[in-house]
């Protein structure tokens, strides 16, 4: 009988710390300092640069390093990677221009399906050696999807001004009431179906799929503790961010490293080139975004403060589509991002 190997992408060490570990980790911090994060909700100036700035935006620009600055994958896809922010631009131009409210409200969803989908995809990533069934492939699926859209319909059921993705007020509320339990049982009964599951293939197969149960696991911990269990702004931000922004950024670089040819060299010297690009286009956009709108982080870019934010309307609906557009075109493109991977450059691993 061959024997099993966890089905690690590349390198164990590194995954446990950037894949598997930013949805876990941060939850044992909540639970270990309980009472600072319940009197502290609201993410402070050192808590934003720390999540929003580096984490949330910072990742975004990791887009650059897989398709932007991958000669290879540039080339050949040179039409489709210039065509997504142009026409980004033009659309988000034209919906800021007719509603502001609407503009945020259709990105906040957007970006809620990426991280969605993100967690659908590390799950397939690690569950791709398994002698599944179709019957096992669907119950993955519906596990992995629950365990984000339960939280979400929680969220939209019980609408609060603690929380927002983006801007206050920009997700649907829906006033129905009496579906708690209905809900939770739905929820609970899947969970169940994906442990009996889980345990019926280890009785089989003789052998756990570590990596991709831990993707499972980390998935309801961070949605459920971040929005059902605690309602505060700190504490989702923190869960959020961590779990999504952390694995993207681990995963470009281990993506790097299996590249037989790079214009970046991604090894050890590189790691800190690569952090620093983030983190000055991170700053950089982030202080346009200070600037010219938002005016709530003078602390943190301690220039041109007294310039005051756009107010005509038009040149409002260009730089707010313009500003967002690096997220819009990181959103757009994970939806086929990894699947790239088949260039000539690329080492194979498997």
């Known amino acids: ?15 446990i710390i ?10 044992a911090v909540i639970f270990a300092f309980q009472d600072y994060f319940i009197n502290h909700q609201e993410v402070n100036s050192l808590w934003w640069v720390l999540l929003v700035l580096c984490i949330d935006v910072g990742h975004v ?45 259709i990105l906040a969803y957007i970006a809620v399906f990426h991280f969605i989908r993100q967690q659908y995809g590390f799950m397939r990533l690690y569950s791709r050696r398994d002698k599944s069934t179709q019957f096992s492939r669907w119950v993955d699926g519906v596990t992995i999807y629950a365990g984000t859209i339960y939280p979400l319909i929680y969220w939209h059921l019980h609408l609060t001004k603690n929380l927002s993705w983006f801007v206050p007020g920009d997700f649907i509320s829906i006033p129905v009431r009496g579906l708690d339990n209905l809900l ?4 609970l009964t899947i969970i169940g179906v994906y442990i009996l599951k889980e345990v019926i293939a280890i009785i089989n197969d003789r052998h756990v799929n570590i990596p991709k149960n831990l993707i499972v696991l980390g998935t309801y911990l961070s ?61 950089f956009e982030e202080g346009l975004w200070d600037i010219l709108v938002w005016k709530d982080h003078p602390e943190v870019f301690p220039f041109l403060t007294e310039h005051a934010a756009i107010e005509n309307p038009v040149l409002l609906s260009l730089a707010v589509p313009l500003l967002v557009l690096p997220q819009v075109t990181h959103y757009v493109l994970d939806g086929f991002i990894w699947r790239f991977s088949k260039d000539v450059s690329a080492r194979i691993t498997e």
């Open 184 to 187: 939770l049982s739905l929820y």
């Open 18 to 27: 950037f894949i598997l570990a930013p949805a876990l980790l941060p939850v």
């Open 1 to 15: 009988m061959k024997k099993f190997s966890q089905p690690w992408l590349a390198d164990p060490a590194k995954e």
């Open 223 to 283: 949605w459920y503790v971040g929005i059902v269990m605690f309602e505060g702004d700190l504490i989702f931000t923190l869960l959020n961010v961590v779990a999504h922004g952390i694995p993207y950024m681990g995963l470009v670089w281990i993506y790097g490293e299996k590249k037989a040819s790079q214009a970046f060299s991604f090894t050890g010297k590189g790691v800190l080139t690569f952090v620093v690009v983030l983190l000055a286009f991170a700053y």
């Open 61 to 105: 620009y990791s887009t650059l390093f897989r398709l932007y600055w991958d000669k290879p994958t540039f080339v050949q896809y040179k039409k489709v990677l210039i065509l997504i922010p142009v026409v980004a631009l033009i659309v988000g131009f034209m919906l800021h221009l007719y509603s502001g409210q609407l503009f945020w409200r």
